[in-house]
């Protein structure tokens, strides 16, 4: 039965669209307070928002999204607004996402066994290489067009409130882990070390998604972006991060690589990459990424014990083999593996 908030947003419908407004369907999920609905007026297929205003910031996302549009790149098209209630109306980028699109599916081992480092899945096709080159010219155009001075900076505050929700909500909320003096310390020491590779990068436009669950396949523009509201000023590799070291589907690590050395050859000829910066990128992209996973995982838990969804969890197995695949290549990193393998999957696997 339609609740309060649902019987509201009709009623705005029909006093800004009129009466042809069509019913309204679930259009997807959301890990906030938004809900999407689709609906069609005159034929038209168009997405109703409910952001709740005590919770979300709809005129925030309206401004991103036409800063977005004006950048050259396919996000929602704002039709109508009101801000106090919390209501929008957003052009309708379809119902495939990336996610859905792609041919690579995860091993049964990487959904199953929260024991299993491997986030490798199976070789990229062609369409694949299609629909990440689509990504990564989009992601140029994002960092090029979009101006950082109006943007929140991801300063390292910022990242360290982050990186606090996986000592938070995984390690002690969820599995009411227990840190030695040595393991915090080590903690400590890597959550600076994550921090540093953050401010070092160049400062450029970051979406803070940009994954295989907010890009939509669309047969013009591709890709359709969504979920841009809580876009930042921050370091180049964060959301090339998010697309190649994505937390709902993962590649072999040579194609990962095939597909930084296409993003560093467009970034430096759009002068965002300097060629005295490049061989820094690889670096930067996997200690950014691992700065990701473990707010991801961090997230996923607080999901789990504080709002009750719990679907996120069967992702933490794939997010956390991402930082013990690093183990082996950043000596650095080598505790953070260690108390992943030996302590933290131990746990979840017992849950």
């Known amino acids: 039965m339609p609740d309060e908030r649902q019987m509201l947003l009709e009623q705005w419908l029909v006093m800004v669209l009129g009466a042809g407004v069509g019913p309204l369907l679930p259009a997807s999920a959301d890990a906030s307070f938004r809900r999407y609905w689709r609906f069609f007026d005159q034929g038209r297929s168009l997405i109703a928002v409910d952001a709740p205003p005590e919770h979300e910031d709809s005129a925030r996302f309206t401004r991103l999204a036409r800063a977005f549009r004006s950048a050259g790149l396919n996000a929602p098209e704002v039709l109508a607004e009101d801000h106090e209630r919390g209501f929008l109306v957003v052009s309708d980028l379809g119902s495939r996402t990336y996610l859905d699109a792609l041919t690579a599916v ?162 430096q000829a759009a002068g965002l990459l300097s060629a005295a910066e490049r061989p820094q990128l690889v670096r930067w992209f996997d200690l950014m990424g691992a700065q990701r996973h473990l707010k991801a995982a961090g997230i996923f838990a607080r999901l789990a014990v504080r709002d009750g969804k719990r679907g996120y969890l069967a992702d933490l197995p794939r997010t956390l083999g991402y930082l013990q695949a690093l183990g082996p290549l950043y000596p650095a990193l080598d505790p953070l593996a260690i108390l992943i393998r030996q302590r933290v999957v131990p746990r979840l696997s017992a849950r």
């Open 106 to 267: 995860q091993t049964p081992a990487q959904d199953s066994d929260p024991r299993s480092a491997q986030v490798s899945a199976a070789p990229a096709t062609a369409q694949d290489d299609r629909l990440y080159g689509d990504a990564i010219t989009a992601l140029i155009k994002l960092q090029r067009g979009l101006p950082t001075d109006e943007l929140p900076v991801y300063d390292a505050a910022f990242l360290r409130r982050e990186l606090e929700l996986f000592r938070q909500w995984l390690l002690a909320d969820l599995l009411q882990l227990d840190l030695s003096e040595t393991e915090a310390e080590d903690l400590e020491r890597i959550f600076a070390l994550l921090i540093d590779n953050a401010l070092e990068q160049p400062v450029v436009a970051v979406h803070r998604d940009f994954h295989s669950r907010n890009l939509m396949l669309t047969e013009a523009d591709n890709p359709g972006i969504l979920d841009l509201q809580d876009a930042v000023a921050g370091p180049l590799s964060y959301d090339l991060a998010s697309l190649l070291k994505d937390c709902y589907i993962a590649w072999p690590r040579e194609r990962v690589l095939a597909w930084v050395e296409v993003y560093a050859e467009q970034a």
